[in-house]
């Protein structure tokens, strides 16, 4: 079967996601590496045991901000590609998604005086969810409600930080005490992020460690459920001469990378 309703599945898990993992307003809390120079596209081949999964290709304007990500998946070839759209301060105001050629979808982004997101709405042929933000007068977000146009379903987030290098996330649904709380500690001076999430019912607790090296690449990457490691990774990389990563290699995984440059 053509895998659209597969990728609708991915494209709405990937939104309650981000709604669930986004809690500043930027679009990734957790990259796996950041990029050097003019870069005018970059393409990444994900192999899985040595057989290709995915090719993604990103196209990039000459001031940094990226234009187009087209994501292809092997082996029937079903696609996603993303046209971003800015205002004349560079901000993202528009995310228009294709999939296969037959479906799309779009997200729209607003933001205050500050310069700061605000709201977001995501269209699934209409208006399909709604989520806005509570920022305080420090530029924090300190709370944000997601919610579904036609039904009561929706869900709340409330945002603590204890210190410069600690966000708490409480997440709320329909009940004044809290499903789970997050905790994000970064420790600078070890290039490190460690993520605990306590939830409640059924009570558990969950951390993710992440190390990076002194140029932000992701080199490792642990997992624990209960106080037991389930599981462990970590990441080798070969380097071009602008210091970006053009191999990356794991157990399983290996990604390649070509890079051009304006």
Not at 7 to 33: D, M, Q, R, T
Not at 164 to 183: A, G, M, Y
Request: contains cysteine; charged residues 30%.
């Amino acid at each position: 079967m053509k895998s659209s309703t597969l990728i609708i599945f991915l494209l709405l898990f990937g939104l309650f996601y981000s709604c669930n993992e986004k809690p500043k307003n930027k679009k990734a809390e957790f990259i796996e590496s950041k990029l050097f120079g003019k870069i005018k596209s970059v393409e990444t081949k994900t192999f899985e045991n040595g057989t290709l999964k995915s090719r993604v290709l990103e196209f990039y304007k000459e001031n940094g901000i990226i234009e187009k990500k087209e994501t292809y998946f092997e082996p029937n070839l079903s696609s996603i590609i993303r046209y971003h759209k800015y205002d004349d301060k560079n901000r993202l105001i528009k995310e228009q998604i294709v999939t296969d050629g037959d479906s799309t979808f779009s997200s729209k982004y607003y933001y205050n005086s500050q310069g700061l997101e605000k709201k977001e709405e995501y269209y699934l042929n209409k208006l399909h969810t709604i989520t806005e933000f509570k920022i305080d007068s420090s530029g924090k977000t300190v709370e944000k409600k997601f919610g579904y146009v036609e039904t009561n379903g929706f869900r709340n987030w409330k945002y603590e930080y204890p210190n410069e290098n600690i966000t708490l996330t409480k997440e709320f649904f329909k009940s004044n005490s809290p499903e789970k709380i997050t905790e994000l500690k970064i420790i600078p001076e070890e290039n490190k992020k460690i993520k605990t999430t306590k939830y409640s019912f059924p009570t558990s607790e969950s951390k993710e460690i992440f190390y990076h090296n002194n140029i932000g690449n992701l080199v490792k990457m642990e997992k624990y459920y209960n106080g037991k490691m389930t599981e462990s990774k970590s990441i080798t990389y070969e380097l071009d001469l602008n210091q970006n990563w053009v191999k990356s290699e794991s157990e399983l995984t290996r990604k390649e990378r070509i890079i051009e440059y304006y």
